[in-house]
């Protein structure tokens, strides 16, 4: 079912929103569908922030421009549909003014259940929908998208694909889930020394285990998880120093230096250049964690 948001005018600009929720055969790895269209904007650069989602992106429209932050020469890569794996610096996506199409936000789990691959192998990587799954149904799946009637039945349409690709033998670590929630639920509250003991592994062993199935390392996905509450709450309208308690910095320079290595910016510059923005929503009764 999706949940329209309201629409946002501001002069010619418009956003309409919508938010849909996966079937229950896809608890575990995808937490939630993002439909946005984007009309009459400025012509621009948007920042694909880190996250601890993979970015799983449909394009309803032209094909989606970045250039990843590994990027050498200043390749642009361009994919109407694309899964983009977990990294720690933003990437630049290039528009012109306009954006429509659907985000699928896909935990690292999924993409062993969803595409046949360990997330570890997608980490600091775009790769095209067609590579993943190897048939038409990604050359088809943006216009079949873009015929639907509306956002829900474009919803459907992907619990019905995804379900279908859903390989529910590949075995989700709980103990990697478990750490995965812990450090995403209260980033920074965490020592990684600590967890290991707890499961009773050496940190190297810890460390090793949670990259495989995840992407990142333990203390990077930390650093992802805590950027990311962040920005919720300055899209939210917290004071500084709320921010700072809540997402676990130890004070504003720390704040500021971590935002300076992950978004490529100031919060103030981010917020200046990308409000509003599909990127800085979360939906109705959004949860944070995998349950299984």
Same mark, same amino acid.
């Not at 079912?1 to 996966?22: C, E, H, K, Q, Y």
């Not at 990697?176 to 639920?185: I, K, M, P, S």
């Given at each position: 079912? %999706?949940?329209?948001?309201?629409?946002?005018?501001?002069?010619?600009?418009?956003?309409?929103? %919508?938010?849909?929720? $996966?079937h229950p055969a896809l608890t575990g790895a995808v937490t939630g569908y993002i439909g946005y269209e984007m009309t009459g904007f400025s012509p621009g650069m948007h920042r694909g922030l880190p996250t601890r989602n993979l970015t799983f992106i449909v394009s309803l429209a032209d094909p989606?421009?970045?250039?990843? $932050?590994?990027?050498?020469?200043?390749? =642009?890569?361009r994919h109407q549909a694309f899964v983009a794996g977990l990294d720690t610096a933003p990437a630049h996506i290039h528009h012109d003014g306009n954006q429509f199409g659907i985000a699928i936000e896909t935990t690292p789990f999924g993409a062993s259940r969803l595409f046949g691959l360990p997330p570890v192998e997608l980490t600091g990587l775009v790769v095209d929908l067609h590579d993943l799954f190897g048939s038409t149904d990604a050359l088809t799946l943006p216009d079949r998208l873009r015929a639907a009637p509306d956002w829900t039945a474009r919803f459907e349409m992907l619990d019905t694909l995804?379900?279908?690709?859903?390989? %529910?033998?590949?075995?989700? $670590?709980?103990?990697?889930? *478990?750490? *995965?929630?812990?450090?995403?639920?209260?980033?920074?509250?965490?020592?990684?020394?600590a967890m290991a003991r707890e499961l009773g592994w050496s940190r190297r062993h810890f460390s090793a285990r949670f990259k495989q199935h995840v992407g990142l390392s333990p203390r990077q996905?930390?650093?992802?998880?805590?950027?990311?509450?962040s920005k919720h709450l300055i899209v939210s309208?917290?004071?500084?120093?709320?921010? =700072?308690?809540?997402?676990?910095?130890?004070?504003?320079?720390h704040l500021l230096h971590e935002w300076n290595k992950l978004a490529g910016c100031r919060p103030t510059e981010w917020q200046a250049e990308e409000l509003p923005s599909v990127q800085d929503t979360s939906g109705p009764d959004h949860e944070d964690g995998v349950h299984d």
């Open positions: 079912m %999706a949940d329209s948001a309201p629409i946002l005018d501001v002069v010619n600009a418009r956003t309409d929103t %919508a938010f849909g929720r $996966p989606v421009e970045m250039k990843l $932050p590994s990027s050498r020469y200043g390749r =642009i890569d995804l379900t279908t690709r859903l390989d %529910a033998a590949r075995d989700v $670590p709980d103990d990697v889930v *478990w750490a *995965w929630n812990e450090l995403g639920a209260a980033p920074g509250a965490h020592a990684v020394d996905f930390q650093r992802v998880a805590r950027f990311e509450r309208g917290h004071a500084t120093s709320d921010v =700072i308690t809540a997402a676990g910095y130890y004070d504003h320079a």
